[in-house]
């Protein structure tokens, strides 16, 4: 069916350490997965994405990885700051774009 | 919210009542979408809508209506038939890039009482 699901619902981090957030996915057709990251009482807002003939994306401070044989994405933020404190989604294209999936969630929470 | 505005920003509805949410965008784009969240979870699909005077069903559209007349406006109607309406209510626009990503609004969040 059409899912995506996160494996651990809260995550706990030190300052300045790494974070690491993971995301399962079911559907193997999707072009584009897509993290975002929600603060509380905000909308979503665009992290990065992975097109689906990649392995690996690098933006500023965040590293997206895809690994279409296990079918699972994951999503690193180096020197994890208290800013990053936040819901983190991790979201499949599907009907070529027409439509976005959403898995769970994961909360991440960073100790100063 | 890069042009797209969600109001109110909280809302209380009386059992029974219906209630509009006002979702509007200056950026020009097609695509629009409604999402509901519910505490500790993830976003659901209610409604989308490609192109004015055109709309989709998502996936948990019972109890909800939407409209199109407007290329810049996508309002959601929440009518007595959605029995749990008490949640978050997010507002999309598809965004242009490859990837097909959104952008959402600040929501808007619905309280019965």
């Known amino acids: 069916g059409e899912s995506v699901g996160l494996h651990l619902p809260t995550l706990s981090v030190q300052e300045g350490d790494n974070s690491i957030i993971n995301c399962a996915y079911s559907?193997?057709?999707?072009?584009?997965f897509i993290w975002y990251k929600q603060e509380s009482g905000k909308g979503p807002q665009f992290i990065i994405d992975?097109?689906?003939?990649?392995d690996k994306r690098q933006g500023q401070r965040v590293t997206v990885l895809l690994n279409k044989t296990v079918k699972h994405l994951s999503l690193q933020i180096a020197a994890t700051q208290p800013g990053d404190s936040a819901v983190y989604f991790c979201a499949e294209t599907m009907e070529y774009g027409n439509k976005l999936v959403f898995g769970a969630g994961t909360i991440l929470r960073v100790k100063s | 919210d890069g042009g797209i505005t969600q109001s109110p920003k909280y809302l209380f509805r009386k059992e029974g009542q219906n209630v509009t949410l006002s979702c509007e965008q200056n950026l020009n784009h097609d695509a629009m979408y409604w999402y509901r969240q519910d505490p500790g979870q993830g976003l659901r699909l209610i409604y989308y809508s490609q192109i004015v005077n055109d709309f989709q069903k998502g996936d948990i559209a019972e109890g909800y209506s939407v409209s199109r007349e407007k290329k810049e406006s996508f309002p959601l109607t929440v009518t007595s038939a959605q029995k749990n309406p008490t949640a978050f209510y997010l507002c999309a626009i598809r965004d242009r890039g490859p990837s097909g990503g959104y952008t959402f609004g600040s929501g808007t969040r619905l309280t019965v009482v």
């Open positions: 992975i097109r689906s003939n990649m």
């Open positions: 559907n193997s057709a999707s072009d584009y």
